[in-house]
């Protein structure tokens, strides 16, 4: 019966009724953090769903990235004044569940708009829920990849049969990789964001997830037992890098990729969100080198690699709560923003919704194609209210791992001091 019922509000709400020969339009109001090639990207998206829609209209604004369009969406849920809908990182919905910012989503709800869990890959779709209880949609998968300059490493004999990077996999393996690219003229190896906390949690969670580690254990301890030498030799890999004068030390964001760009260094690790600069590159003739990106290499057991994704919720609104009508037509926001994401891909992100990657378009988009392996193997941040984007876990990144990565700290006490920090802020 409660399926007849929200198939029956479904109906109601978004088929729309005629009025005096006019459609009848549900408003939805829609905040989000996006920008640069993402922003465009979306717009274009907002703009098809608007001609294909015309029962709903979404009134869209787009906020300041980080901390403070988390504030204000936190602010904005307390006192029922948030939006009908809202982009979010996974990584972020223990602390918004915590804050009371989030409102769940029933499976009645999702089914009544045919959202399947069996459309998304289950680490993914389990990203999205605290204690069992859905509060987010996943759009997409981002993770950082392996950009290389096909052309050095050609000249290197590291590029196989198949056209793809090889000779990379295993720690030993990849350091004599970057000595023989520097050897053969490069200023370094590989050029990594090494200023900042948030670039180096990607690099190491992938390395410590490659090694089945636990960095939050069932009891709600960080990096307890071995799981602490497990994020030892995370950093130490990282570390011998850049003190073995195969990667730049304390360098910022947009000198690391000009590093890659320049031709100064053939490897660079960074976000799928810089494909789109380097096929602009490329596209006008500025780059010098054919270039392409893969999965990080395994390093250790098998392969991981750090993930978040673009999620879509429903904020609460303390006093002024979203009508199940409303929410019906939320739902058919998220669902179609799916069905439509193969194009949203084109901003190298990886589509969430499985029959987004499983079609002709994005099976040749490249270099997107490629690592699309990794929405297997993605490991997603611990699930904590200390965790996730603009969280306590990238501060204590940036507090302890960055110096560490830089020589300026041991990775063993540093690891020993981020775990007595954060288990000291449960």
Do not use: C
Request: negative net charge.
């Amino acid at each position: 019966m409660r399926n007849l019922v929200g198939a029956a509000l479904l109906s109601t709400a978004l088929l729309g009724t005629s009025v005096g020969g006019a459609l009848a339009q549900e408003t939805v109001v829609w905040w989000d953090f996006l920008s640069g090639g993402d922003g465009v990207r979306m717009k274009t998206l907002l703009d098809k769903f608007a001609e294909e829609n015309p029962d709903i209209k979404i009134e869209a604004t787009t906020l300041e990235w980080g901390t403070p369009f988390y504030t204000k969406l936190q602010t904005s849920a307390a006192i029922g004044e948030g939006p009908d809908i809202s982009t979010y990182h996974l990584s972020r919905i223990p602390l918004g569940v915590e804050t009371g910012t989030l409102s769940a989503i029933s499976a009645d709800e999702m089914a009544a708009a045919g959202i399947s869990a069996a459309d998304f890959e289950d680490a993914n779709f389990k990203a999205a829920q605290v204690d069992g209880a859905q509060y987010a949609v996943p759009f997409d998968i981002h993770s950082v990849v392996l950009y290389y300059n096909k052309t050095a490493l050609e000249a290197a004999g590291l590029i196989g049969e198949n056209g793809l990077p090889t000779g990379l996999d295993g720690v030993d393996n990849f350091k004599a990789a970057l000595e023989k690219l520097k050897a053969n003229g490069s200023d370094y190896g590989i050029s990594i964001h090494t200023a900042a906390g948030d670039s180096q949690w990607r690099i190491f969670y992938s390395l410590f997830g490659q090694q089945d580690g636990q960095f939050l254990d069932d009891n709600g301890e960080f990096l307890s037992g071995d799981n602490l030498d497990k994020a030892v030799k995370a950093t130490s890999v990282v570390a011998d890098w850049v003190a073995s004068g195969l990667a730049p030390q304390s360098v910022d964001y947009p000198a690391s990729i000009a590093l890659f760009t320049g031709g100064k260094a053939p490897l660079h690790i960074n976000g799928v969100w810089e494909v789109p600069t380097m096929a602009d590159l490329a596209a006008k003739g500025e780059l010098g080198f054919e270039w392409g990106a893969i999965q990080l290499p395994t390093f250790f057991d098998h392969p991981a690699t750090w993930a978040d994704s673009h999620a879509f919720v429903i904020p609460n609104r303390v006093g002024n709560e979203v009508s199940p009508e409303k929410r019906a037509a939320v739902l058919k926001v998220i669902h179609w923003m799916n069905e439509n994401s193969t194009f949203w891909a084109t901003a190298g992100h990886i589509p969430a919704y499985r029959p987004a990657r499983d079609n002709d378009e994005f099976r040749n988009m490249q270099p997107n194609a490629v690592y699309s392996s990794l929405a297997e193997t993605a490991v997603f941040d611990p699930v904590s209210p200390l965790a996730g984007v603009a969280s306590p876990l990238y501060d204590a990144a940036g507090n302890y791992l960055m110096p560490a990565v830089n020589g300026e700290i041991d990775p063993q006490t540093a690891m020993e001091e981020m775990r007595d920090d954060l288990n000291g802020q449960r």
